[in-house]
Every structure is written in C-alpha cells, then in structure tokens.
C-alpha cells in the first residue's frame, strides 16, 4: 500500500532510534586491592622465603637488581605464609596445583570485584538495577557460570543484564573492555555498561626461574570498575561524564605472538614475557597512533605534548620506550609511573587505576584553575602483542541534555 509503513521501514526506524546520540563517555571509576601490602625492597626476601628457594642466591640477586629497576615500591597481594602453608603444593612445580589455586580465587577475585564495582556504582549515582550490560575481564577464572554471573547476582542487577567474560587477555583486557563497552554504549541507546577487571597473582606464582623471574617481580593483585554510557546525559548533576572515549582501535604486532604469552597448566598460569617487549612497543607505537588520529579525521598527527596521557605501566622499561620515543614529557606518563610505584602491575585491571589518577590529577589542576588537554589517549599492552588504543577528549557541552 503506498504511503504505509512497512515492516522493514519500522525495522528500519527502530534500529535507528537504536543508537545513542553521543560518543561514549566514562561516567565512574574506582579500584580495589586486597590488604595486604608487600613493599618491593622487602619482596626478594619474602618470596624467595616463601617458595622456599633461599638457596638459589644467584637468582635471588637478579631479582633484587630487576626489583631495584622496576620503578615499583609496593605491591598488595592476598598471597601469604600461611595461604602457601594450607597449599604447598602452590610453590612445588612437581605437584598440580590448579585445583587450589582455582578455588581460592573463586572467593578472593570476586571479592576484589564486588568491592570495586559497588563502589564504583556508588560514584555513578544511579541503581544498580539500571546497568544494562556486564563485560568483566580476568585471566583468573577457570569455571563457568564465571565471575560475570556471580557479580551479577551480588550486585543485584537486572535479571535481563547482559553478560561477557573475557579472558586471558592479559594486561589488555581492560583495555579490550573498555572498548566493547563503548560500542555497546553508542550502540544501544540508555544502554550503562559496568566493566569490571580482577586479577590476582596466585594463579601465576610459583617457585623462580630465570624465565619468570621478571612476571613474579612486577604483577600485582587489584581489581578496577569502570561505568560506561553515551549521552545525552540529564543534566541533573547525577551522571557525570569524566572522559569522551571518541574512538578505540585494535592493533597487533605481526609475528610477535610468542613475545608476551600466558598458558593455564596443572601448576598454574606459566606466562612468558620476553626481553624484546619494550623495544617492539617502542618501534609500533607512534604508527597506533598515528592511525588513531587518522580515524577521527586528523590528517597530521597531534604534537604528543599536547594530549594527556593514560598508559598502561606493563614494566618501566616499556614506560621509558614509550616516553623516549614520543619525546614525551615527564609529567605525561606521570599516572601511569605514579600506579607501577604504587601498586606494581596488576594485568588488566592496571589500566583503570590509571584511568582513575589521570581524572584525579585532572580534577585537582582544574581546581587550580591549570589549564587541561582536551584530547588524551589511553594505551593498554598484552599478549599478541595486542595494543589497545582510545583516543579520549574533555566531555564536551553537547553531551549534556539540557533540562
Ligand atoms: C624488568 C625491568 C624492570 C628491568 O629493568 P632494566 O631493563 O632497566 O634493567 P636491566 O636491563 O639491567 O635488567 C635487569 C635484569 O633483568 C633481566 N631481564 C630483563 N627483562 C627480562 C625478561 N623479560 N625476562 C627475563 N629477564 C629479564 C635482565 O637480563 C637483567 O638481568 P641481570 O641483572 O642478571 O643482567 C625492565 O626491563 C622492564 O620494565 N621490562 C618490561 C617488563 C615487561 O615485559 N612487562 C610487560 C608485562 S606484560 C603486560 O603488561 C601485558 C600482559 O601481561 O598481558
């Protein structure tokens, strides 16, 4: 009939009206680590003591000079004397140990997460029941239903909540969240995404070695939540956008599979991080971002100096290439080397820490009328090598619906 609406029009219309109107935006950010604090000039003599390998002193002085190089002052872990004395079997590479280390986690993981979503959920201002989606992130899980489904009965969400687990994506899977929940943000209109990363080192700890001597001196336990929506917001002062994330890519460094790597055996997580890291990070870097800026219509890259920087602190090493490489200030990566010092390198959920000093040194310049970037980008690294890129910008007036 001419002039009435077909199916395929309302189909049509409806997938339309689908999408948001604005980018997406961060609208929450918080973190969690468990309590117990292990300070890195104390770390040789703690861990050589637990595993048991205080006769290894040759190992044990690499590990004080790398502990000297790691620009990390302290780390928290849950692993502890008396975790290792109910399960020796976690430092004995001759005895599976999976078994333990996956129940254990299964409390403690989701532990971290809870405690960091709620408070994250509490900074956002609105109820639980309104998240829409779920992306969690870990390499500690080892069941299904997985942490995802938990969360979400903990946190009471909505039953019609939609899940993802992603896993074993490493150092990056926070960054890999992050952009799933910006497409699903722009994607589905009123859609909130909570991204949730926990990650604890008791799956990967174990006795030293030279091949894992530099993974057991850096990581760390720590989960980070992060609420993602586009806009408009209300502008009732309840959802507040922190950061624009205007555009996220994905890039891989051909033929590097082997270079960062993580495997789940009997005896646990045996991850592989090798010496050509912060050099092949340093060599592919600038061309990431280059494309980033191309894919928002910026024909000649930015002057770096001019963003502001969220990057994930996989090691100082890989800090310095890239701080080298872009010619970047020191203030620049000044978050990023604030978190390694602090908390070490806690995987995936590293990059929301990062995210978070980032809005808090953000939030103190602007209250000293400093004058603050409007365009950043944030840089997560994991195996692949996989580099997570978002170009990020101020939230801008129009994000704002006005009342
Ligand atoms: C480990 C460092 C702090 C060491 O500092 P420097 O490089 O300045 O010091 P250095 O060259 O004297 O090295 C100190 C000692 O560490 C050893 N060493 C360095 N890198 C090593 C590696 N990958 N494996 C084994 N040993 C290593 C050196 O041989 C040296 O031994 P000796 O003293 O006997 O000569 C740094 O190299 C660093 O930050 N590296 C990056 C770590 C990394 O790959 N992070 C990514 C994590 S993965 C991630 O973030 C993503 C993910 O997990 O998915």
């Given amino acids: 009939m001419p002039g009435a609406a077909t199916e395929d029009d309302t189909v049509d219309s409806r997938r339309y009206t689908q999408h948001a109107q604005g980018p997406a935006a961060i609208l929450a950010i918080s973190t969690e680590n468990p309590t117990n604090i292990v300070p890195q000039d104390e770390f040789g003599g703690f861990y050589f003591g637990l595993t048991k390998c205080d006769h290894l002193t040759e190992l044990k002085e690499k590990m004080k000079r790398i502990c000297e190089k790691s620009g990390i002052e302290k780390r928290y872990m849950h692993l502890g004397d008396e975790l290792i004395r109910a399960h020796p079997e976690i430092i004995d590479k001759n005895l599976p140990s999976l078994?333990?280390?996956?129940?254990?986690?299964?409390?403690?993981?989701?532990?971290?997460?809870?405690?960091?979503?709620?408070?994250?959920?509490?900074?956002?201002?609105?109820?639980a029941t309104d998240i829409t989606?779920?992306?969690?992130?870990?390499?500690?899980?080892?069941?299904?239903?997985?942490?995802?489904?938990?969360?979400?009965?903990?946190?009471?969400?909505?039953?019609?909540?939609?899940?993802?687990?992603?896993?074993?994506?490493?150092?990056?899977?926070?960054?890999?969240?992050?952009?799933?929940?910006?497409?699903?943000?722009?994607?589905?209109?009123?859609?909130?995404?909570?991204?949730?990363?926990?990650?604890?080192?008791?799956?990967?700890?174990?006795?030293?070695?030279?091949?894992?001597?530099?993974?057991?001196?850096?990581?760390?336990?720590?989960?980070?939540?992060?609420?993602?929506?586009?806009?408009?917001?209300?502008?009732?002062?309840?959802?507040?956008?922190?950061?624009?994330?205007?555009?996220?890519?994905?890039?891989?460094?051909?033929?590097?599979?082997?270079?960062?790597?993580?495997?789940?055996?009997?005896?646990?997580?045996?991850?592989?991080?090798?010496?050509?890291?912060?050099k092949l990070i340093r060599d592919n870097i600038q061309q990431c971002l280059i494309d980033a800026f191309r894919s928002i219509g910026n024909s000649d890259p930015p002057n770096w100096n001019d963003l502001f920087w969220a990057v994930h602190p996989g090691g100082r090493a890989i800090l310095d290439s890239i701080e080298g490489t872009l010619q970047l200030q020191p203030s620049k990566l000044a978050a990023s080397r604030h978190v390694l010092r602090e908390y070490g390198n806690m995987s995936g959920a590293t990059i929301t820490f990062v995210l978070d000093e980032v809005r808090r040194r953000r939030e103190k310049e602007d209250g000293q009328q400093q004058q603050q970037p409007e365009w950043g980008v944030m840089l997560a690294f994991g195996p692949g090598i996989t580099i997570e890129t978002i170009v990020l910008r101020t939230p801008q007036p129009r994000c704002l619906k006005e009342n």
């Fill in 99 to 127: 078994d333990a280390r996956a129940n254990i986690a299964a409390t403690e993981v989701l532990k971290l997460a809870e405690s960091a979503a709620r408070k994250a959920i509490a900074e956002w201002g609105r109820p």
């Fill in 133 to 278: 989606h779920l992306i969690f992130s870990t390499y500690s899980g080892c069941r299904a239903p997985s942490y995802d489904l938990q969360l979400a009965s903990l946190l009471g969400l909505r039953p019609t909540i939609s899940r993802t687990i992603l896993s074993l994506h490493g150092c990056s899977g926070g960054g890999r969240a992050l952009q799933l929940a910006k497409e699903l943000a722009e994607n589905n209109r009123g859609a909130r995404v909570l991204v949730v990363c926990s990650e604890m080192i008791l799956m990967c700890i174990t006795s030293p070695d030279v091949t894992n001597i530099v993974g057991q001196t850096i990581f760390g336990d720590g989960a980070g939540a992060v609420i993602v929506g586009a806009g408009p917001f209300d502008n009732d002062g309840v959802e507040r956008p922190l950061l624009e994330m205007v555009a996220a890519s994905q890039n891989m460094i051909p033929g590097t599979e082997k270079e960062i790597g993580m495997q789940i055996t009997s005896t646990g997580i045996v991850f592989q991080l090798s010496m050509k890291v912060p």
